[in-house]
């Protein structure tokens, strides 16, 4: 058996991070920054006033009530072709720009109308309700730095700047394959033996969230033929993927092709990695396409992504922070367990209590007791012991966007 640690190392060191390409903007949510966004603009471009009102000169209403003569009306989107004077008003809309000689604007709701003539009662002080050029970026400035990953309201403001296209590193092309003579897909009535394939779901799910879209490669027999034919496409011309992730095969079984197969295409490491569950993982290259062997068992083939498979997407996809985020929790019950020289990974429900978190077992922990792990939001990280007790501090890893944001909050 190998240390998790140096399992993790082996698989990031040949995942390397893509190169970076021009994007249309629209089409980059989730994606990372692969260089700085600069502004060419003032936003906003102009003095505008953050209310419908009037705009005035502040000085004239030093003394109120004052009565002020509109001359005229400035929608959003015009551009007044007249100077204020002293003892005049205009008329203005949310997001117009100032006439020449305003200086402040009153808001609708604080003055009087009658025909031509408005009264303010307050004194209103310079700059009043006036949004200023550049008060949220200023030409020349940086927006957003190199690493950043653009989320819904990035987006927003690339569009506010006139940023169509942007330098990211691209989205990856992940294919994922469920192997085993076992698995039926659907609703079929099931056959003496056969179970339904899980882990092709869970995974093209994991991909999504971590944004991207998976290939989904199918459903494969034990046949060394079927296997390789997969592969090979998997791998190569066209239908090429950046990543291909299968699942089942890998561990001493007489059925275990896709060890065969993978040895004869690629460059392959078979790692019995000191952890539980997911302890088989196959990994290395074929055609410089990484390729992740996951062990069958539905949790197992979770965990080893958590653990394995979404660290390396992160470090291709540019992310800076590739782990997961790790905090500390106190256990609200006991979580045993027995010694036997590996790290073990219990599926546990986090929640914050009393400004702190605390954890309890998910349910059962058989690796494939999948429902336990679908109750499950974080993993514990048991290190080879017994376990630990209520009361404890044990390690947690967060599982799911909720937990993050649980954590960041
Ligand atoms: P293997 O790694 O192929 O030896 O499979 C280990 C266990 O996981 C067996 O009980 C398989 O039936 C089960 N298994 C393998 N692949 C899947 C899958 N895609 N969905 C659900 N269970 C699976
Ligand atoms: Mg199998």
Same mark, same amino acid.
């Given at each position: 058996m190998i240390p998790l640690e140096q399992a993790q190392e082996y698989v990031l060191q040949q995942c390397a991070t893509g190169s970076p390409k021009r994007r249309s903007s629209r089409s980059s949510l989730g994606l990372v920054l692969a260089e700085e966004v600069l502004t060419a603009e003032d936003v906003p471009p102009f003095d505008n006033t953050a209310m419908d009102g009037f705009a005035i000169r502040s000085e004239d209403t030093l003394e109120t009530p004052k009565t002020l003569e509109i001359v005229g009306t400035i929608a959003a989107g015009s551009t007044p072709n007249f100077t204020l004077h002293s003892g005049q008003a205009a008329r203005i809309m949310t997001g117009a720009p100032l006439p020449v000689g305003a200086d402040s604007v009153v808001m609708v709701e604080l003055t009087r109308v009658e025909g031509n003539y408005v009264t303010i009662e307050k004194v209103i002080p310079e700059g009043n309700h006036i949004r200023r050029a550049g008060e949220d970026l200023q030409a020349g400035q940086v927006v957003f730095k190199k690493g950043g990953v653009l989320t819904p309201t990035h987006l927003g403001v690339l569009a506010s700047i006139g940023c169509t296209q942007v330098s990211i590193f691209p989205p990856l092309k992940v294919g994922v394959v469920s192997t085993g003579d076992e698995l039926v897909e659907g609703e079929v009535p099931l056959q003496p033996g056969q179970i339904r394939d899980s882990n092709r779901h869970s995974l093209l799910a994991l991909l999504n969230d971590l944004g991207l879209e998976g290939v989904d490669l199918g459903l494969i027999p034990d046949e060394e033929e079927a296997i390789e034919e997969v592969f090979r496409s998997a791998c190569s011309g066209e239908s090429r993927c950046d990543v291909v992730i299968s699942s089942g095969g890998v561990s001493m079984g007489d059925f275990d092709f896709v060890k065969v197969v993978l040895d004869r295409l690629g460059d392959m490491r078979w790692m019995q990695v %000191?952890? =539980?569950? %997911? =302890?088989p993982l196959a990994f290395g290259l074929v055609e410089n396409v990484p390729v992740f062997g996951l062990p069958g068992n539905p949790v197992s083939s979770i965990v080893s992504f958590e653990l394995f498979v979404r660290p390396a997407l992160r470090k291709m996809m540019g992310h800076t922070d590739i782990w997961s985020s790790k905090i500390k929790a106190v256990a609200e019950s006991p979580i045993s367990r027995r010694p036997d020289e590996k790290t073990h990974f219990a599926r546990v429900k986090v929640s914050l209590a009393d400004g702190g978190y605390k954890v309890q077992s998910a349910g059962g922990?058989?690796?494939?007791?999948l429902s336990a792990m679908a109750e499950a939001n974080a993993l514990a990280v048991l290190p080879d012991g017994n376990g630990v007790e209520s009361g404890d501090v044990v390690e947690i890893i967060l599982l799911h966007q909720l937990t993050r944001d649980l954590n960041a909050s």
């Open positions: %000191a952890i =539980k569950p %997911a =302890k922990q058989g690796s494939h007791q």
